[in-house]
């Protein structure tokens, strides 16, 4: 039997990111209330004299065991204002067996963000576009995981990355300020 829900069907995956956390206590979070999930480093790395910016995104099945003070091969390079946020999926599964090891809607969620909004740490999923059409729409909270912010954490971080499929293109939308439209051209 193949697997049609790679090639035809869309996943819509609604992620809930929580923080600002230094490093240090976004690992004790982990511990505490997080298993797989994604992650997210903002600030500067070296040499960098812009305003901090996304750096970085990440999938693990363990949080905690993932996110190491210091020892993290890509949070450890950002080198000055590092905030991190931890996500989770908050969005139901996709039915269906599993051909993957890594959960489909993280290593969808990891990918969208890696490859349309091109993060400088980011050296997998950088270079073409998820094989499957998929949606990631974002929310932020604050730290104690029940207020909503009003914001979003960084004016790059957009609220929604819709990509419909390399034939009909995607859009990355920041509410209220920007969509930057991707045409199939662009690809």
């Not at 997998?124 to 914001?151: I, L, M």
Request: hydrophobic content about 35%.
């Amino acid at each position: 039997m193949t697997n049609e829900r790679d090639m035809n069907k869309h996943v819509a995956i609604v992620v809930d990111w929580y923080g600002p956390y230094s490093i240090e206590n976004a690992r004790k979070v982990a511990k505490e209330h997080f298993s797989a999930g994604l992650y997210c480093g903002i600030g500067k790395i070296k040499y960098q004299k812009s305003p901090s910016d996304l750096q970085y995104i990440g999938i693990t099945k363990d949080l905690y065991s993932r996110i190491i003070d210091k020892k993290h091969p890509k949070l450890s390079l950002i080198t000055q204002e590092c905030d991190v946020w931890l996500g989770e999926v908050a969005s139901f599964g996709i039915p269906g067996t599993k051909d993957k090891v890594t959960d489909t809607q993280l290593d969808l969620a990891e990918w969208l963000h890696s490859y349309f909004l091109q993060l400088p740490l980011n050296d997998k999923k950088t270079g073409s576009p998820p094989d499957t059409p998929a949606t990631v729409f974002n929310r932020w909270w604050q730290k104690d995981f029940d207020t909503p912010r009003q914001k979003r954490p960084h004016k790059n971080w957009p609220d929604l990355i819709d990509f419909t499929g390399i034939e009909y293109g995607a859009k990355v939308v920041w509410n209220g300020t920007k969509i930057v439209k991707w045409h199939p051209s662009d690809f």
